[in-house]
């Protein structure tokens, strides 16, 4: 399984864009990019996912690189509620499987 | 629309004793995961669940094994409990796998598992 690498932490204030990098350098042509995050107390909430090309949802965006060895997830305007550990996944896209492999992921703290 | 609901939320047991957790998907999902999540190990995928069938099992030991009913709610056991298995599991539900699916999962709020 392909790994992911994240900053363990990284803060931002509120009403400020974040961008959260990803480095999957090991990432196959099969391997699709998933970003979930997970908000204290609660189960992960799913937040977007592509393969090669940006994508953008109401929640976020996502920038891929290239070379598909990086992404950044943007958050467009952070808000407390925000405040999680983000974690970018790569799911592989052959034989349909929901596997998901997590990292460590990465704490977000917004400051108000 | 209900979200995932998995029962009980909490529960203690003993070392050696066995447990069953239960997962109740959203309506329609037919796709069903579970996840181990400990400090420090981070989150882990258990098994993945579809039509009845088990499509995908992480590396764990025998002692856990899952099973889908006919309308898509899951259950997992596991037999012998060990302190290491002290965590919160975690449930996901899905569509369907294959063409066309987005892949989105949805979790559950967990079942925190304390075993003394």
């Known amino acids: 399984d392909a790994k992911t690498t994240q900053p363990n932490s990284m803060e931002s204030n509120e009403e400020e864009p974040v961008h959260l990098p990803c480095n999957h350098s090991?990432?196959?042509?099969?391997?699709?990019i998933h970003w979930y995050r997970q908000l204290p107390s609660q189960g992960p909430e799913y937040v977007i996912h592509?393969?090669?090309s940006n994508v953008n949802n109401r929640m976020a965006s996502l920038a891929i690189a290239e070379d598909r060895k990086s992404s950044t997830l943007i958050l467009h305007r952070a808000t407390l509620r925000d405040a999680a550990v983000y974690y970018c996944i790569l799911r592989d896209g052959v034989g349909s499987s929901y596997k998901l492999i997590f990292g460590s992921g990465t704490r977000l703290l917004v400051r108000p | 629309k209900a979200g995932v609901t998995q029962t009980p939320r909490y529960l203690i047991k003993t070392r050696g004793q066995q447990v069953t957790l239960s997962c109740s998907p959203i309506?329609?999902?037919?796709?069903v995961s579970w996840y181990q999540q400990t400090p420090g190990q981070g989150l882990q995928f258990l098994f993945e669940y579809f039509s009845e069938t088990q499509r995908n099992k992480g590396n764990f030991p025998g002692r856990f094994s899952g099973r889908q009913f006919s309308n898509s709610r899951s259950e997992m056991n596991v037999s012998t409990l060990e302190l290491g298995d002290s965590a919160l599991y975690l449930c996901a539900s899905s569509l369907f796998p294959g063409q066309g699916s987005s892949y989105e999962q949805y979790f559950g709020p967990g079942t925190r598992l304390t075993v003394t």
């Open positions: 592509g393969l090669t």
């Open positions: 090991t990432i196959s042509g099969t391997d699709y």
């Open positions: 309506s329609g999902h037919r796709s």
